[in-house]
């Protein structure tokens, strides 16, 4: 067994599989579930899906990235190109070089320029790894922001329940949407697992699949 695969039945084992299926809304739903519209445009190809009619806004009660911080500026410039491209909570606006204390009048002009001044603010230590090297840095996030977002309603959920290869097809924190990926999810489900249950996945996932609609994300 190889190192990946020990490392993925590790982590299934303790932290387990959740599939959600969401349908895109236009309106907020009853429990105004939504998904940030960057999170979803990294996974999706924006040419097979048109997701545009379903674009709100709303104020995201997630901390976002918008500042960043290196120690030096030969790390700031082999870190730029790639901060934020992983994920849909990181859009750093401004990037400095020095400390916290150095950057404060920057950082303070930065709020007060974006009516940020208000907002609960978060400050921790983060890295990046470029070429199997980390470059640390200081990132600072900011809470209930505006983006802009997709309503979704959640319609199908899966817990466990599938063969190893799930793991090797799919990735974690992921969406997907088309039609293929749904059907795979039946065949990966595993008849010898933990909560398999092959009528949740029919019903609740393939049947009442909708195309520019649909998207399921997987978490483990």
């Known amino acids: 067994m190889n190192r990946k695969t ?3 039945e590790r982590i299934v084992y303790l932290m387990g599989l959740d599939i959600y299926h969401y349908k895109l809304k236009k309106e907020p739903q009853k429990y105004k579930n939504y998904i940030i519209c ?29 500042i960043a911080i290196f120690n030096t500026k030969e790390e700031l410039q082999r870190a730029k190109d790639k901060l934020g491209l992983n994920d849909g909570l ?9 400390t916290y204390d150095s950057c404060e009048q920057a950082i303070v002009e930065f709020e007060k320029n974006n009516n940020l ?18 470059i640390g840095f200081i990132d600072i996030a900011y809470d209930g922001i505006v983006q802009n977002v ?39 489900s595993d008849p010898q697992g933990n909560m398999y249950n092959l009528k949740n996945i029919k019903e609740n996932f393939i049947n009442n699949y909708e195309e520019n609609k649909s998207v399921f994300v997987t978490s483990w």
């Open 38 to 66: 960057k999170e979803l445009d990294l996974c999706i190809d924006a040419d097979k899906f048109n997701y545009k009619e379903y674009i709100s806004e709303a104020k995201v009660r997630e901390y976002i990235s918008l």
């Open 150 to 188: 997709y309503h979704c309603e959640e319609v199908g959920y899966q817990r466990k329940g599938m063969t190893r290869e799930f793991y090797e097809y799919f990735n974690n924190d992921f969406y997907y949407a088309d039609k293929e990926s749904f059907e795979k999810l039946l065949e990966f």
């Open 6 to 8: 020990i490392e993925q």
């Open 90 to 98: 990181s859009d750093y606006k401004l990037k400095l070089v020095g």
């Open 117 to 134: 001044s208000g907002f609960e603010k978060s400050i921790y230590g983060d890295n990046i790894n470029i070429n199997d090297s980390d």
